[in-house]
């Protein structure tokens, strides 16, 4: 809903139709990145305006460098690459609407591509989720801090309640 | 010498026991380690090994199981359980397979049978001449007592003292003509089974009853061919109940280590619900363990495998 602010002591208004002009409602349907995704001709709607979201997200909330849009022919959909600062590796990103469905195939062709791979999942309210996928065997990172060895303290404590 | 391995199948009443010959482990013919046998009693459709050696030879093998009796000593509790063993059903595939790879053996299993049932029966026949030597020279020996019991009550008895040259010659006869029955032998009757080397006509009878190889659901085979690859790269394997996966690899003994990764068995085309893919692989970054996404890519193709990790971009 548009608020209109009006102030009295000075000659400037903004008035609805100006804001309209400013910030039209449908925004994204003249985003040049947008129009760019459109022209990938992606049939899949909801996939193309997921991939816009992602998109925005990259660049403007998280600043990553060089992102471009290109379309994956075998999958028809519209993947992102970029780098996450300077002179770091490129990366692929699959953004999908969480409705869809995912196989371990495309998953394939994607990482074929010779990049490392984010899934990205967008939900109905624009949240994202970002999931890393590699081939092959990765090695979860060892537990943090410190572990100690209670030794038999445990042990002997269960005892003492018997 | 090189131990013949021989793969025996045994049943009871109401039960039928597959036996599978373990592969040694070494490639080249040439030198083999003694090959265990791992006795395996189907239930139903569960598979289950009941003794030590076999649960312990399953182990070298690969193949972890599950223990799933109580301990006598320690009834009412789910902490700590004993045997039998039992094994999933891609862990009792896994070990016939290694029987079937060593079926060209028992070809010539006939051959060293009879020669084995030749030598027990040596033996066994060794065993009961010496047997029997050993029991007739108790048996005099007892009558020789016996003897002088009788002659020295007689000699206090009678009063009258007999020369003693008597009591010896009577010894003497008794040496030279004492005989010792062979039906008065005494023979042991073994309860416990010394072997499996038993029953041998009934293999031939049972080889063919193996567990259903006709219908195999295809999930079954994937998770088949998922796990016998996981295995060849050396990973032990358990069920992943708990963490809503296939299978937890890990990269040792499961009792020296902790899980790396939850295998989660796909087919490659099969189409998996996105929230079920975050889902997973939340779940997995809060346990420490990498959510490892397993497809068989057909039936003599590599699995593919992708892993997948909290990208921690919040």
């Not at chain 2, 009834?75 to 060209?104: I, M, T, V, W, Y």
């Not at chain 2, 009961?128 to 016996?146: C, D, T």
């Not at chain 2, 007689?154 to 007999?162: L, P």
């Amino acid at each position: 809903m548009n608020e209109v602010t009006e102030m009295t002591e000075s000659t400037d208004t903004l008035c609805i139709d100006d804001v309209d002009d400013l910030f039209p409602h449908n925004w994204i349907l003249h985003h040049p990145m947008y129009l760019r995704m459109q022209s990938l001709d992606v049939e899949d709607g909801a996939q193309v305006h997921a991939a816009f979201l992602v998109y925005m997200d990259l660049t403007e909330v998280r600043h990553w460098k060089d992102v471009s849009s290109l379309k994956c022919p075998e999958l028809q959909v519209v993947l992102l690459e970029g780098r996450e600062k300077e002179g770091a590796p490129m990366q692929s990103i699959l953004p999908l609407p969480v409705h869809q469905y995912l196989n371990h195939k495309s998953v394939r062709t994607v990482l074929g591509r010779g990049f490392p791979v984010l899934l990205c999942v967008v939900a109905s309210d624009s949240t994202l989720v970002y999931q890393r996928m590699t081939d092959g065997f990765v090695t979860p990172d060892p537990p943090a801090g410190q572990i100690q060895d209670h030794g038999r303290r445990q042990h002997r404590k269960r005892h003492q309640q018997h | 010498m090189d131990a013949t391995p021989t793969a025996e199948l045994t049943s009871t009443p109401g039960q039928h026991v597959v036996e599978p010959l373990q592969d040694g482990g070494g490639g080249d013919g040439t030198s083999r380690r003694p090959h265990p046998l791992i006795g395996i009693h189907l239930c139903g459709s569960t598979a289950l090994v009941w003794r030590t050696a076999d649960v312990k030879a399953a182990r070298e093998a690969g193949v972890v199981g599950s223990l799933v009796g109580a301990l006598p000593r320690q009834p009412r509790q789910n902490g700590r359980l004993g045997r039998p063993l039992q094994l999933g059903q891609e862990e009792l595939r896994l070990l016939l397979e290694k029987q079937a790879s060593g079926d060209d053996l028992e070809s010539s299993a006939p051959n060293s049978e009879g020669e084995v049932q030749q030598a027990q029966t040596e033996c066994y026949e060794e065993e009961q001449r010496s047997s029997f030597e050993a029991q007739s020279i108790l048996a005099l020996e007892e009558r020789k007592s016996a003897l002088l019991r009788a002659m020295g009550g007689a000699k206090q008895g009678g009063g009258t003292s007999q020369p003693d040259g008597g009591v010896s010659g009577r010894l003497e006869v008794l040496d030279q003509s004492f005989v010792f029955p062979r039906s008065a032998v005494a023979v042991q009757l073994r309860t416990a089974r010394a072997g499996l080397s038993h029953c041998s006509d009934e293999r031939t009878l049972l080889s063919s009853a193996q567990p259903g190889s006709s219908q195999r659901a295809p999930r079954s085979e994937s998770r088949f061919q998922v796990f016998r690859d996981l295995r060849q790269r050396g990973y032990y394997i358990t069920s992943a109940g708990k963490f809503g996966g296939d299978f937890l690899v890990y990269p040792g003994d499961p009792l020296r280590f902790h899980a790396h990764f939850i295998a989660v068995c796909v087919a490659l085309d099969e189409q998996l619900p996105l929230v079920d893919v975050l889902a997973v692989a939340r779940l997995g970054s809060n346990v420490k363990k990498t959510v490892l996404l397993c497809s068989p890519g057909g039936p003599a193709a590599p699995v593919h495998y992708t892993s997948l990790q909290w990208s921690g971009m919040v």
